[in-house]
Nanobody, 114 residues
Framework: VQLVESGGGLVQPGGSLRLSCAASGFTFSSYVMSWYRQTPGKEREWVARIIPNGDTDYADPVKGRFIISRDNAKNTLYLQMNTLKPEDTAVYYC?????????WGQGTQVTVSS
């Protein structure tokens, strides 16, 4: 299993970014995929998840601003982040759970600052 995030960067408050997570080594379309984020000194925080049938769920701090999606033909997970706030600054990780183990990507830094 390999997960590789991309798309992070520096953005001004109110701006948008789209993160991607390229997946390989497993049947991507069959698994729940999630986004988490972490800031220094804090525990990793769940952000959103999408199940194989496309249903989604979001943490309250991002509900209405972030959209999780998946392209099963491309084995890629996305996180569209809109109306970004300074408190969204974090390293963002994608994750899947397979055969009793969590698998994480290496993370991508998102910084929201003017």
């Amino acid at each position: 299993v390999q997960l590789v995030e991309s798309g992070g960067g520096l953005v001004q408050p109110g701006g948008s970014l789209r993160l991607s997570c390229a997946a390989s080594g497993f049947t991507f379309s069959s698994y729940v995929m999630s986004w988490y984020r972490q800031t220094p000194g804090k525990e990793r925080e769940w952000v959103a998840r999408i199940i194989p049938n496309g249903d989604t769920d979001y943490a309250d701090p991002v509900k209405g601003r972030f959209i999780i999606s998946r392209d099963n033909a491309k084995n890629t997970l996305y996180l569209q982040m809109n109306t970004l706030k300074p408190e969204d600054t974090a390293v963002y990780y994608c994750k899947t759970y397979r055969r009793g183990s969590d698998y994480w990507g290496q993370g991508t830094q998102v910084t929201v600052s003017s």
